[in-house]
């Protein structure tokens, strides 16, 4: 079966961009979209390696990864949602891989794994500011063998660490 990542990243772009205007409705796209994807680094980081890794400290003190490029804020900035918005093609910039295991940097493209749209999409579930929304769709989402509910997972970090071992670094 295809997946159909670009269009995922579409509309996880979308959520993380309406969760960062709640959160710093005076910023600007990249400013609010930057700060949303600094706040959650370590979240999506830990999807993305299925757990594996995980950026210790905390503020401004936390572990970075810099890709040839950027830090993960810009990158997913610059390289995802800009090239997304304004049409061009997003393989000249980035490619998603199978598994969780694969980050760095091919041929000038950042490489990432799905578990990084998973990442950002419970980044935007998780968020407080996103606690009233809902789904009509009804979608779960399995993780080694538990099903969370999105819509019973809304602005709940607390439950997204339960069921997945996750957790937001603060």
């Known amino acids: ?3 159909d990542y670009e269009n995922a990243l579409i509309q996880v772009c979308i959520a993380i961009d309406g969760t960062a205007k709640r959160k710093w409705p005076t910023c600007k796209p990249g400013k609010r979209i930057r700060n949303f994807v600094d706040e959650y680094e370590a979240f999506i980081y830990q999807f993305a390696s299925a757990g594996g890794m995980v ?8 572990g970075k990864i810099v890709f040839h490029g950027g830090e993960l804020p810009d990158i997913l900035y ?13 393989s000249h910039h980035l490619v998603i891989k199978e ?11 950042i490489v990432m794994n799905k578990g ?9 579930v998780s968020d407080k500011v996103n606690e ?6 009804l979608p779960t989402y399995s993780f080694s063998g538990s099903t969370i509910t ?8 607390h ?3 339960k069921l997945t071992g996750y957790k937001k670094v603060f």
């Open 55 to 62: 950026l210790g400290g905390t503020g401004n003190m936390r």
């Open 150 to 157: 999105i819509n019973e997972a809304w602005g709940k970090v």
């Open 1 to 3: 079966m295809d997946q």
């Open 99 to 109: 598994g969780n295991n694969i980050i760095g940097v091919d041929q000038g493209r």
């Open 78 to 90: 610059k390289s995802v949602r800009c090239v997304l918005h304004h049409g061009d093609e997003l």
């Open 159 to 161: 439950l997204i660490e």
């Open 132 to 137: 009233r929304e809902s789904c009509y769709s």
């Open 116 to 124: 990084f749209i998973d990442g950002l999409l419970f980044s935007v």
